[in-house]
């Protein structure tokens, strides 16, 4: 697929713009600050583009508005007392040194980090970053087979990463997903609905009205759930260094 790059100016917004071998047209605002990114088919000129964004500027103005006002977490310093989430509860750290592995669990309202020695802040992270993934990997599989039965297809393999854009993607070529291990801070149901919009995916690759359609058969309270995930606090800008970000999308 070939693309080419380039940027407009629209209202007073700078607007990213990469032309591919596409159909349709989708428009991308980004946190923190509510970048702007369309994904043109190639045949568009500029002036047509800057129509589209010209038709979505109200939407794109909200979003921004949302993106800015969104919680952020404050930097994690890794000690006593600070909170932290996990399946979407808030949680207070405890970090307790004593000989042994390193590990961390889940005691009541606290977060228990064991610590051999005294670890620095980066160590501290990896370890928690290690266990998110494996919580989320411990969760994947029964959500993935509950949907492989629902919508008639399969997924023969899946993967975890710490995406800076996405909550997850799929490739249809592979039949494969890829989940943001941010994931496993938010509450079940955002992982629900993040898996579910991948796999219709394999069904139905843009995110047209038979897209939407398909939500609304399966997943009937998608908005509300969607709305949940943007509203999350988000992951500070420095920790993950390639934290997750929600993005806000619209198809033309």
């Given at each position: 697929?070939?693309?080419?790059n380039?940027s407009l100016?629209?209202?007073g917004?700078?607007?990213?713009v ?8 989708h428009?991308g605002?980004?946190?923190p ?7 043109a088919?190639s045949?568009?000129?500029?002036e ?9 500027l109200?939407?794109?103005?909200k ?11 404050s ?5 006593t ?8 509860q808030?949680l ?8 042994g592995n390193?590990?961390?669990?889940v005691d009541g ?11 620095e ?5 990896a370890l ?8 989320l ?8 087979s ?8 399969s ?7 710490r ?7 799929c ?6 997903i ?19 919009h ?21 997943q ?11 509203q999350?606090?988000l ?18």
């Amino acid at each position: 697929m070939s693309t080419t790059n380039g940027s407009l100016m629209v209202s007073g917004i700078p607007v990213d713009v990469v032309r591919k071998d596409i159909k349709n047209l989708h428009i991308g605002v980004y946190p923190p600050d509510g970048r702007v990114r369309v994904a043109a088919p190639s045949r568009l000129g500029d002036e047509q583009v800057r129509l589209a964004v010209v038709q979505k500027l109200s939407w794109i103005k909200k979003q921004q508005r949302q993106f800015r006002a969104a919680h952020r977490q404050s930097e994690r310093e890794m000690v006593t007392g600070e909170s932290h989430y996990v399946w979407g509860q808030r949680l207070r750290l405890k970090v307790i040194v004593r000989p042994g592995n390193s590990h961390v669990e889940v005691d009541g309202a606290s977060l228990l980090m064991y610590l051999p020695e005294e670890i620095e802040i980066d160590g501290r992270r990896a370890l928690l970053d290690r266990w998110y993934r494996e919580e989320l990997r411990q969760a994947l599989p029964r959500v993935i087979s509950k949907w492989e039965a629902s919508l008639g297809v399969s997924v023969p393999q899946w993967k975890i990463r710490r995406m800076r854009t996405k909550w997850g993607s799929c490739n249809r070529e592979t039949r494969s997903i890829l989940l943001n291990v941010e994931l496993a801070k938010k509450h079940p149901d955002c992982l629900d609905h993040i898996v579910l919009h991948e796999m219709l995916h394999l069904l139905e690759r843009n995110h047209g009205r038979r897209f939407s359609d398909l939500l609304d058969r399966f997943q009937p309270n998608w908005r509300s759930v969607s709305d949940q995930l943007n509203q999350a606090p988000l992951a500070p800008q420095s920790w993950p260094r390639n934290g997750s970000e929600t993005v806000a999308a619209a198809s033309i």
